[in-house]
């Protein structure tokens, strides 16, 4: 689904992303920057320029220091929930289910009825668009419903603050977020969502459905049958 970049590059650490992003801007190339897509419709056009994913070697770490946790942008998310959960560490389990990077879930600020990652956010490590990496902490940081103030062109890791607690206690609440996810969202299909943002105080899904959308198909996009705020692609 969606057409091709002129340019796919993942680069593996810090300063081989420098090195991009110097090249793109010395030739010209826009920089588009992705995380795992899960929350990304591609044009069946493509992009002209460049897309840039970090997921490999550097940018998959994820470092403890006691309560501290730096993740890097290409870390799973669900792996940093579940190995937070297996060392005691409370704070993200309401990320439980929700697809993506790390990268992605600061830059939309992933969350739902559970809570959002932000909370979590303690400060973030950023590259503008000419290469220059620089910290955002707390005070500067606004974390709002699917949306952020960081406008730097890359965010490269975030340190969270997290809390000790009783590991079975956290997996007890992953669980329920889980079954509640699985029931309520087409998790295992290939999909993108939620599409829309939510009106204040309504529910997007809610609304395309009494528009009697769900089931809807334009070429390979359906309107998921489960929740009509994901379209699946077949
Ligand atoms: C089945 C399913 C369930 C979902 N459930 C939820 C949910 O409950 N709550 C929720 O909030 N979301 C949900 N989503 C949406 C999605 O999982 C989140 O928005 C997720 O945080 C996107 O992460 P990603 O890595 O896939 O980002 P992408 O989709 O690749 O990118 C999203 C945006 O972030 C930017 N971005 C990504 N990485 C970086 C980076 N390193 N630096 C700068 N910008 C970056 C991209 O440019 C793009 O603008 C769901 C999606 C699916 C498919």
Redesign the pocket.
């Known amino acids: 689904l969606g057409g091709q970049a002129d340019y796919f590059i993942k680069p593996k650490t810090v300063e081989q992303l420098k090195d991009v992003v110097r090249r793109c801007n010395e030739n010209n190339i826009r920089i588009?920057?992705?995380?795992?897509?899960?929350?990304?419709l591609i044009s069946d056009k493509g992009l002209r320029g460049a897309v840039i994913k970090?997921e490999d070697e550097q940018f998959a770490q994820i470092e403890f220091d006691g309560e501290e946790v730096t993740a890097w942008?290409?870390a799973e998310?669900s792996k940093l929930v579940l190995t937070c959960v297996e060392k005691g560490l409370s704070g993200i389990e309401a990320l439980t289910?929700?697809?993506?990077?790390?990268?992605?879930?600061?830059?939309?600020?992933?969350?739902?009825n559970f809570g959002?990652?932000g909370a979590a956010v303690e400060s973030v490590t950023l590259m503008d668009g000419r290469g220059n990496v620089f910290e955002k902490s707390k005070p500067e940081l606004a974390f709002d419903y699917?949306r952020t103030n960081?406008t730097?062109?890359?965010?490269?890791n975030a340190r969270l603050k997290l809390n000790a607690a009783d590991s079975e206690q956290i997996m007890r609440t992953v669980k329920e977020i889980w079954i509640y996810?699985k029931n309520n969202?087409?998790?295992n299909t290939k999909?993108?969502?939620?599409i829309f943002k939510n009106p204040r105080g309504v529910s997007a899904g809610a609304l395309i459905d009494r528009a009697g959308l769900k089931g809807l198909q334009i070429g390979g996009a359906v309107v998921s049958e489960k929740h009509a705020n994901?379209i699946i692609a077949e």
Request: hydrophobic residues 45%.
């Open positions: 588009y920057v992705m995380g795992f897509g899960s929350n990304l970090l942008a290409g998310l289910g929700i697809p993506g990077s790390v990268g992605g879930a600061v830059k939309m600020n992933a969350g739902g959002d990652f699917r960081i730097a062109k890359f965010i490269l996810k969202q087409p998790l999909n993108s969502g939620c994901f």
